[in-house]
């Protein structure tokens, strides 16, 4: 059973540049959650989707932008790359219908802003 | 709004010995707590989770975690660590509302298990 994939691994940007990274979720799960991890810190929230829409976006500019595909993979979308943006961005994919809210990551993809 | 707080960024203890990384919970309503640990350059794995019922929670790798709602935790504590725990460990919290449903992360506590 694959887990959450993620691509790429790394990508090194120039600032003013935009990215897509891609997000495969483990078999079963619909749900797809995107995190940024700054160095030293937590993961935060940026968005979440269901249903190939959107649901509450946590607190990103809408320089941050996403879309989920009808087999629930999704990608994270970021425009006009700022030094700031340089973290590590993690999928997670969970089920609508069951669990308690546990969510599974993918290894994530490193982004560095230059 | 739900938060959790980890009040250590870095824990020592030496191998064979036990361990406990403390978190603290803030929420409105009944808690769902959850453990990750992230290793070098990887994503975070799934320890344990609280959602109700035994105050103790077994997880993955010999982990548990205990509940307390009077002091608002969830410590993660182990009875004999290994080198091979050293590692980044978060504590989380669920934050479910009418449209989405995510994990508030605390900061971290890197733990060192040192031979």
């Known amino acids: 059973d694959a887990g959450v994939t993620q691509s790429p691994t790394h990508l090194i940007k120039t600032r003013g540049q935009q990215v897509t990274l891609r997000c495969s979720p483990k078999s079963g799960h619909d749900t797809v959650s995107w995190y940024q991890q700054a160095l030293g810190q937590g993961p935060q929230f940026i968005f979440q989707y269901y249903e190939e829409e959107e649901r509450q976006r946590g607190n990103f500019p809408d320089r941050f932008s996403g879309h989920q595909f009808p087999n629930y993979s999704s990608e994270l979308n970021v425009n006009a790359l700022l030094l700031g943006d340089s973290a590590l961005y993690l999928c997670?994919?969970?089920?609508?219908?069951?669990?308690?809210?546990?969510?599974?990551f993918g290894p994530g993809t490193r982004l560095t802003v230059t | 709004a739900q938060s959790v707080a980890q009040p250590e960024d870095q824990v020592n203890v030496a191998e064979g010995n036990p361990l406990t990384v403390k978190c603290t919970y803030s929420v409105s309503g009944n808690p769902y707590l959850f453990w990750y640990v992230q290793y070098p350059n990887r994503g975070l794995q799934f320890l344990l989770k609280y959602i109700t019922g035994d105050n103790l929670v077994k997880g993955s790798y010999g982990f548990e975690a205990e509940f307390n709602k009077s002091q608002t935790s969830f410590h993660l504590k182990k009875p004999s660590a290994l080198v091979s725990d050293s590692a980044l460990y978060f504590c989380a919290v669920r934050a479910l509302t009418y449209n989405t449903d995510k994990l508030i992360f605390g900061t971290g506590t890197r733990l060192q298990v040192f031979p």
């Open positions: 997670a994919s969970s089920w609508s219908s069951g669990g308690a809210g546990e969510q599974y």
